[in-house]
């Protein structure tokens, strides 16, 4: 062991085991492991309540940990995050500092910036992978162009070598000699006092912290990995991992859960039991998106304001805060999407299953612009990630080259029927339908007035009644893309009257349409001097890539859309990637590969908030206080999203 001392970063890497940052500061010499919660920083991606109930208790657990190793965390709660590193350099004289790569926009932007002044002030700064398979910066196509759809990504990267797992955690760690500022976890504030009561409901179902994400791999791997191709698509019960909060604070190393899995696939093959293998196949393949879901963000690092694709750039959306509130409160009228609404409320967590049916009933029958709802499942969700709720969000709203089309729209009708035949999903969710008959669970307001009365059911009073008919939701929808892409024609018109102006869509004030071509800058590595570094990815100019003939004409030039013409050709085969990431829906992209621009201006910022206008924000917040004083009656618990928003 050296002589160093080392202040380790972590942030969401809550883990002793295969932790690279933490076991390279520990080899060289004394460590001061450190976490430091800035709430000021994460702006309008400040986590919601559920996601920092796990925060803490992760924390905690980590803690202990590290004691029982020879050294603490410390805690520190600041307004700036390089101020806070600094003060731990000073104070124990520190000659480096180490952390683990993340890849969502906001830290992307901290990072890179926290890195270059510390390198600029003489300090050594050294990062490594925590948290994926592959580095998104390892995987391009043939010409070095990013991939824009999941299927050849994913072959891809399953033919590259993975890095070896350290699985020994480091025996002893050494404290660095002094101490300073600290707090603890409960001066960091993660819980108010007021969330207690609905967070205790929390950890009778949830265990946060590395030793339990290392237990329920276990037991999920021994006891249900075998049925995992057949039962994750049921929506009740734990058909699947569950592991999505501990991968998502990095409590389980990735690389641990492939290489177990793998382990098992070799065995299940010299046995020749296909269902395991198979099983095996479609895990690695989730494993894969949540992969993929880094890449995209690394290397479209505009993805969090601005969908993929530029389809949805005219798109008429309805901002309805009513249609939004009854969709956030279950109280649609359908009851398979209300169930999903109230169990998320309730619990923090839904199947991938009912995420497809929810998100995609706010963006297609309801209208809902799609930011809307991501911002609401990061407010809500245990497992929120922003890569992998921009993922599922863009998948469904036609916003990726091999996900859903804009204009299919499942009726829940019949996906209630599909996907929760007995009812029993809904039952449990919406009491004031458990006496329901199973013919009419998915569709009371078709219910014999008799039947309703035997179930005590009075729709439009102790439930309500849909809250658009289907029927009328569709044709609106028909009506919305045809606008949309009139208005797509009118500025490619103006266009080529060679103005410059740009007509952006009406929750959107970033513009661009065609899927950018991305290079890699190489500058930030050369800055830290390693080659474990965080690179930064570069949009090409789109000036001089996009001609007036818009996708088609970029298609031609960027490797990468090789891909996506290939895309045109299978437009009507069903993407591979519906199985895994929304498998109610067939893929295609030719329509929305229409999409066309003139000029266009990318950028690459930390979002300080929501760019739908100011008047938008203003009504919606007074709309959310109303909410929260009136679920001080009990019924619901208050929102946060407005809250984050206004930060
Ligand atoms: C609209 C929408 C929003 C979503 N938001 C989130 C989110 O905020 N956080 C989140 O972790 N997942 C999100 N997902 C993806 C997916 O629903 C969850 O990862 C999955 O349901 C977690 O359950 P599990 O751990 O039992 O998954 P399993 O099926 O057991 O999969 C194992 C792991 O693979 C990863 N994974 C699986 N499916 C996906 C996927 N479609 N995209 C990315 N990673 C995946 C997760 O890390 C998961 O834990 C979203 C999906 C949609 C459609």
Same mark, same amino acid.
């Given at each position: 062991m050296g002589s160093n001392r080392t202040i380790v970063w972590f942030r969401r890497d809550l883990r002793i085991e295969d932790n690279p940052a933490l076991a390279a500061a520990a080899k060289e010499g004394s460590i001061f492991p450190v976490y430091i919660?800035?709430?000021t920083e994460e702006g309008q991606f400040y986590p919601g309540r559920v996601s920092r109930w796990w925060l803490k208790h992760s924390l905690a657990h980590l803690n202990q940990s590290l004691k029982s190793l020879g050294a603490e965390l410390v805690l520190i709660k600041t307004h700036s995050t390089l101020e806070a590193l600094l003060e731990c350099i000073n104070a124990v004289q520190a000659t480096k500092v180490v952390f683990n790569h993340l890849y969502d926009p906001v830290s992307l932007v901290r990072d890179h910036n926290i890195k270059e002044k510390l390198v600029e002030l003489g300090i050594s700064v050294q990062s490594y992978n925590g948290d994926l398979?592959?580095?998104?910066?390892?995987?391009? #196509?043939?010409r070095g162009h990013a991939f824009t759809t999941f299927d050849p990504f994913w072959n891809r990267c399953l033919h590259m070598q993975i890095k070896a797992v350290s699985i020994i955690p480091p025996w002893e760690l050494v404290p660095a000699a002094r101490t300073i500022k600290k707090c603890s976890i409960e001066d960091l504030g993660l819980e108010d006092e007021s969330e207690k009561s609905s967070n205790a409901?929390?950890?009778r179902a949830w265990s946060p912290g590395w030793s339990n994400a290392d237990k329920a791999l276990t037991e999920f791997i021994e006891q249900h990995l075998l049925h995992y191709s057949n039962n994750r698509l049921k929506v009740g019960g734990d058909s699947t991992s569950l592991l999505s909060p501990y991968l998502h604070f990095g409590e389980l190393s990735v690389r641990k859960v492939f290489q177990l899995t793998r382990m098992k696939q070799i065995l299940w093959a010299n046995q020749g039991n296909s269902a395991g293998e198979e099983s095996v196949t479609l895990f690695l393949r989730a494993l894969g998106l949540r992969e993929y879901s880094r890449y995209l963000c690394f290397n479209f690092p505009f993805t969090?304001?601005?969908p993929l694709l530029g389809n949805l750039r005219f798109f008429p959306w309805n901002s309805d805060l009513t249609n939004f509130k009854a969709w956030r409160q279950g109280r649609t009228g359908y009851p398979l999407v209300d169930a999903g609404m109230r169990e998320l409320w309730a619990t923090g967590w839904i199947h991938n299953r009912i995420r497809v049916i929810v998100s995609s009933f706010a963006v297609k029958i309801l209208l809902l612009p799609w930011r809307w709802g991501m911002k609401?499942?990061? #407010?809500t969700l245990l497992d929120a990630d922003l890569e992998s709720d921009i993922l599922g969000w863009q998948y469904i709203s036609g916003s990726l080259p091999d996900g859903h089309e804009l204009e299919r729209l499942d009726d829940p009708e019949i996906q209630g029927v599909k996907f929760d035949p007995e009812g029993d999903y809904v039952r449990h969710w919406l009491p004031e339908l458990a006496r329901m008959p199973t013919e009419w669970i998915h569709h009371p307001w078709d219910a014999p007035l008799i039947v309703l009365r035997a179930a005590g059911v009075e729709l439009g009073l102790n439930y309500p009644k849909p809250v658009i008919d289907i029927d009328l939701a569709r044709q609106r929808l028909t009506e919305a893309i045809f606008k949309m892409w009139e208005a797509e024609a009118a500025t490619k018109s103006a266009c080529s009257d060679e103005t410059n102006e740009v007509v952006v869509d009406n929750t959107n004030s970033v513009t661009n349409l065609a899927i950018p071509k991305v290079v890699l800058n190489?500058?930030?590595a050369h800055a830290t001097i390693s080659s474990n570094d965080q690179k930064v990815p570069t949009l090409q100019d789109p000036k001089n890539v996009v001609s007036p003939n818009k996708r088609s004409k970029c298609v031609e030039e960027g490797g990468q859309n090789q891909h996506n013409s290939q895309n045109h050709k299978n437009a009507t085969e069903v993407s591979s990637i519906d199985h895994d990431v929304c498998s109610t829906a067939e893929s295609s992209s030719r329509k929305? %590969?229409?999409s066309t621009t003139c000029t266009s201006t990318y950028t690459f910022s930390v979002p300080q908030q929501c760019s739908s206008s100011s008047e938008l924000k203003r009504s919606w917040q007074e709309q959310i206080d109303m909410e929260q004083s009136s679920s001080k009656d009990g019924k619901?618990?208050?929102?946060?999203?407005? %809250?984050k928003i206004e930060k």
């Open positions: 919660w800035c709430p398979l592959y580095e998104p910066w390892e995987i391009y #196509d043939e409901l929390l950890g969090h304001e601005r609401y499942f990061w #407010d190489t500058k930030a929305k %590969q229409k619901l618990p208050p929102l946060k999203f407005s %809250q």
